[in-house]
């Protein structure tokens, strides 16, 4: 039996007391790759970030699995993150970003995690970027800085929120299969939000979509199937 890495029980997403979406429950095993679907408004993001602990559940309970005693760690992709250019951070400072909770105010990095964010960078594919000012790359460039990021976090889970939005095909695919790699080699466990439901079909293994205040989930063949599309976006495709 697999290990479950997140529960959620009947919970409720929102904004102070603004309810966003309620009764939602599902279980993400530990390895798995799973895509959260929906339109606009629907609380895709709302629900990446009451996992992450930014905001708070309204109600229900999200409780995470094992992890030897010490906390889960998270690793966040935002949709997409600017950096003025009067901030000159390379992409290697960027990604030693994501070391800082392991490193105590004051510290300075040591080599251990130095060494760590440049094997983050190599993973990606952007090793040869580490000295480039991250507000200068392409939209698939930041992209891949920022899983660089998020990687150096050393996650239990990875979330992404829209990973390809505002890229070309050529990134898109590039990011998608670093996905798709990280997942089989690493057995990383991911949600990803994507609104592009062909990299879906070809990445993911099971699917979390919401739709008009229902929670549908199940594996990805039966969610993204033809039939089942047309019945949830009540369209008909050619």
């Not at 070809?202 to 047309?230: A, D, M, T, Y």
Request: charged content about 25%; proline content about 4%.
């Amino acid at each position: 039996m697999q290990e479950s890495i997140l529960e959620l029980e009947d919970v409720a997403i929102g904004y102070g007391s603004r309810l966003v979406l309620g009764g939602i429950n599902f279980s993400l095993q530990r390895g798995s790759f799973t895509g959260l679907l929906g339109s606009n408004g629907a609380g895709k993001s709302t629900l990446i970030k009451t996992i992450l602990r930014i905001i708070p559940p309204l109600g229900g309970r999200v409780t995470f699995g094992e992890t030897g005693g010490r906390p889960q760690v998270l690793g966040y992709v935002p949709q997409r993150e600017a950096l003025d250019s009067i901030f000159l951070l390379s992409s290697f400072e960027v990604v030693l970003m994501g070391a800082c909770g392991r490193v105590r105010p004051g510290r300075f990095f040591g080599r251990v995690e130095r060494d760590w964010a440049h094997h983050c960078l190599r993973e990606t594919g952007t090793d040869d970027l580490s000295r480039r000012p991250f507000a200068q790359l392409s939209g698939g460039q930041r992209q891949r800085v920022l899983i660089a990021r998020a990687l150096a976090t050393r996650p239990d889970l990875l979330l992404l929120d829209e990973p390809t939005a505002g890229i070309d095909a050529a990134a898109t695919q590039a990011v998608m299969d670093l996905l798709r790699r990280l997942h089989q080699e690493q057995h990383l466990t991911i949600l990803m939000v994507n609104h592009d439901l062909a990299a879906v079909r070809k990445s993911v293994e099971q699917v979390i979509w919401l739709h008009q205040g229902q929670v549908l989930f199940g594996p990805v063949g039966e969610l993204l199937s033809r039939e089942k599309i047309e019945e949830i976006m009540e369209l008909e495709l050619d």
